[in-house]
């Protein structure tokens, strides 16, 4: 854990890991249940003490490695032996044991000598987890760890087609998981797999409950966006002002302009709260390079 701050181990692109501190500053003191409609990595939830957990994420597979993760909270080393035992058998390099690839193969391919070595065993793994039906989630969680940008991407079939990135597992990777496993160990956790609106419809609303919501950004480029509109992020908004009007209190992560774009519904419907601007660390899946952008938190207490 460094300087405090824990990162979630499934390292989302643009999660909210190096602005936790910004953001959990205009956090109330006194949370009851902490409620995460677009839990993501968990980043967020990772970093806040309240007395219960309800984590939401609509990617079924998000989820699934969670609950994977935690079933092993007690039994970590059964995990590590499973995952290091796979990388064996499949041939990943797995530089926190050790086994990295050859010095030969680092001066001829100084930046992606990982993926050069890795690419043909991801690939042969990525074959096996999808032909046995996308159902053993440390397959998974394993293809995250090596892909490229460690995202989570699915083809129009369902089937896992990210390409091999220039990582492998490490210790960062490691301190990641450890500091997952004992912080969830004392957390009280339900997970759900709903649309944010369900999910939100469905909670029956408690004295010190807190909203965190970090949604989709309507008007930036990733994976992550690309089922999101205009319509959804209007949607989003009303039923924040229903929660406002049940008196539940919310803070909100968006982006307000990205590379001449504006959102313009959202900043119209933030001027009845309070905002706050955050230093962003956005990273685009596209390009993999910081942009120049205003991300805001907004919050209605």
């Keep these: ?109 100084p930046k992606t000598y990982y993926a050069k070595y890795n690419k043909s065993s991801y690939n042969l793994l990525k074959e096996k987890f999808n032909k046995e039906g996308k159902k053993d989630i440390v397959k998974l969680y394993m293809l995250l760890i090596y892909g490229f940008n460690r995202m989570l991407r699915f083809n129009k079939k369902g089937d896992f087609n990210l390409p091999v990135g220039d990582v492998d597992f490490n210790k960062n990777t490691y301190d990641a998981l450890e500091d997952y496993f004992t912080i969830l160990q004392h957390k009280q956790i339900e997970w759900y797999n709903e649309d944010f609106r369900v999910f939100l419809r469905n909670i029956q609303f408690q004295e010190n409950d807190f909203v965190y919501l970090d949604p989709p950004y309507l008007i930036t480029f990733s994976e992550y966006n690309k089922l999101w509109n205009e319509q959804i992020e209007r949607e989003l908004l009303t039923e924040l002002d229903r929660l406002s009007e049940l008196g539940v209190h919310f803070a909100i992560s968006n982006v307000t302009h990205y590379k001449g774009r504006i959102n313009e519904a959202f900043i119209d419907w933030s001027a009845h709260y309070t905002t706050y601007p955050i230093k962003s660390n956005y990273i685009s899946f596209n390009d993999n390079t910081i942009k120049e952008f205003n991300e805001v938190l907004v919050i209605n207490y």
């Design 1 to 109: 854990m460094k300087n405090g701050i824990a990162r979630s181990p499934l390292f989302y692109v643009g999660d909210k890991y190096k602005l936790i501190r910004d953001i959990k500053a205009h956090f109330p003191h006194n949370i009851d249940r902490f409620i995460e409609p677009f839990v993501g990595g968990g980043s967020v939830m990772m970093n806040v003490d309240a007395n219960s957990f309800m984590l939401n994420d609509i990617n079924s597979y998000v989820i699934a490695i969670h609950r994977m993760l935690c079933s092993y909270i007690n039994n970590k080393n059964d995990f590590y032996d499973r995952f290091f035992n796979l990388a064996k058998e499949y041939g990943l390099s797995l530089s926190f044991c050790g086994h990295t690839v050859p010095d030969e193969l680092k001066k001829t391919f």
